[in-house]
């Protein structure tokens, strides 16, 4: 069992910076894969970005790709989305995600554990 805080949310101007961060408990963090999704008002959630167990692979949506950066620092058990240049088009509410396959975070979108979600607003 996995469970997944995120922090760091908040409002942001045009052109600004943010990072989310998502602890997890449990021992067995360095074994999943995680992510970050996001699901404006009105619209379905989205993949944003994903990093693999060792953190040699990152993946990213288009749409965020030279902008945003995922880390992990499995020693706090915590995955960080830095987001630079953020644009009025990232509000939304960010979600932490969790899972053993990278895959089905990156490609199918799926995930076995989801954090409660943190509320990022970017004004222009």
């Known amino acids: 069992q996995v469970q997944l805080v995120e922090s760091g949310g908040g409002l942001v101007q045009a052109g600004g910076s943010l990072r989310l961060s998502c602890a997890a408990s449990?021992?067995?963090?360095?074994?999943?894969?995680m992510g970050w999704f996001r699901q404006a008002p009105g619209k379905e959630r989205e993949f944003v970005a994903a990093?693999?167990?060792?953190?040699?692979?990152?993946y990213y949506a288009d749409s965020v790709k030279g902008r945003f950066t995922i880390s992990r620092d499995n020693a706090k058990n915590t995955v960080y989305l830095q987001m630079n240049s953020v644009e009025p088009e990232d509000t939304a509410v960010y979600y932490c995600?969790?899972?053993?396959?990278?895959?089905?975070?990156?490609?199918?979108?799926?995930?076995?554990?989801w954090g409660q979600g943190t509320l990022v607003t970017v004004s222009s």
């Open positions: 995600a969790a899972d053993p396959a990278v895959l089905r975070l990156t490609r199918h979108h799926l995930s076995d554990y």
């Open positions: 990093i693999g167990w060792s953190s040699r692979g990152t």
């Open positions: 449990g021992r067995t963090f360095s074994t999943y894969a």
